[in-house]
């Protein structure tokens, strides 16, 4: 075993202060807002996270009082969910934003499981279902999933054979990044998947955007959760770089060798 040839993955930890800034900086700038983590990060901003809800609702006169990024929603013996953007507005009506880059999953009982869990969570004890507030889960995808050819997919509900919509307070919005159409939610996707600092054509977002790719505050900002997610990603690296060493039959002490600065419980708990 070349001890040196693991060794040499984590000399970036010694690296120079000046590379390592500079190694972080070059990865914000290519982040983009259907990145998920970068979405988190522009959108747990009142004013930016109204902007965008505004456009994809097709109503400037929502006002967002409050917004969560990674919502987790935990539950004794079901599944947590972690919602990427939870935002309420003045009326009490409550969104959902979601990026999803992958093609492989079941999107529409993804989408019911994020009804499902928000109304879970505001349906308090003693109060009345008619209480249970407008959800939206506005799914926003880098692909044409459904094979719409349109930006917009709103779903509908009728009962079979009538016109009378069933309304039951869910609602769920499919938004296509990979279609443009012309409108200002196809302007908004185009937007997101450039993230051009320097385009300030989408305003509150825009500004958002250009505060944590270009102001030292908020490219400080960015710098540290960079760093966490740079570490993180270190991490399992390092646990699957161990995992593979034990397959081969190393033992314990030379495994600690070669990653020096590795817990003894890390390599007993892999």
């Not at 054979?161 to 302007?187: C, F, M, R, V, W």
């Not at 989408?202 to 790719?213: E, F, N, T, W």
């Not at 908020?218 to 399992?236: P, Q």
Request: hydrophobic letters at 35%.
């Amino acid at each position: 075993m070349d001890e040196t040839r693991y060794s040499d993955i984590y000399a970036r930890e010694t690296d120079s202060r000046i590379r390592h800034r500079e190694f972080l900086l070059q990865g914000v700038e290519k982040l983009t807002l259907l990145n998920d983590t970068f979405m988190k990060i522009a959108l747990n901003d009142i004013e930016a996270c109204q902007y965008v809800i505004r456009i994809l609702m097709d109503d400037p006169a929502i006002e967002i009082v409050e917004v969560r990024s990674q919502y987790r929603i935990s539950k004794l013996v079901s599944k947590d969910a972690v919602l990427d953007i939870l935002a309420e507005d003045t009326q009490g009506r409550v969104y959902n934003l979601e990026i999803q880059r992958k093609t492989t999953l079941d999107h529409a009982r993804r989408t019911r499981r994020y009804n499902a869990m928000v109304d879970a969570e505001y349906l308090e004890k003693g109060k009345e279902y008619s209480e249970m507030p407008e959800v939206y889960v506005i799914y926003i995808s880098e692909t044409d999933i459904w094979k719409t050819w349109m930006t917009e997919s709103p779903v509908e509900k009728y009962l079979k054979g009538q016109l009378t919509e069933y309304n039951d307070g869910q609602h769920t919005i499919y938004i296509n990044a990979a279609i443009n159409d012309g409108s200002p939610k196809a302007a908004l996707m185009q937007y997101f998947k450039t993230c051009d600092p320097d385009d300030m054509s989408q305003g509150a977002l825009s500004r958002r955007v250009h505060y944590l790719k270009r102001e030292e505050g908020g490219i400080e900002e960015m710098c540290e959760y960079s760093e966490r997610i740079f570490n993180g990603g270190r991490e399992e690296e390092r646990r699957a770089m161990i995992r593979s060493m034990k397959k081969q039959g190393i033992d314990e002490e030379t495994i600690k060798k070669i990653l020096e600065n590795l817990q003894e419980e890390e390599i007993v708990s892999v």
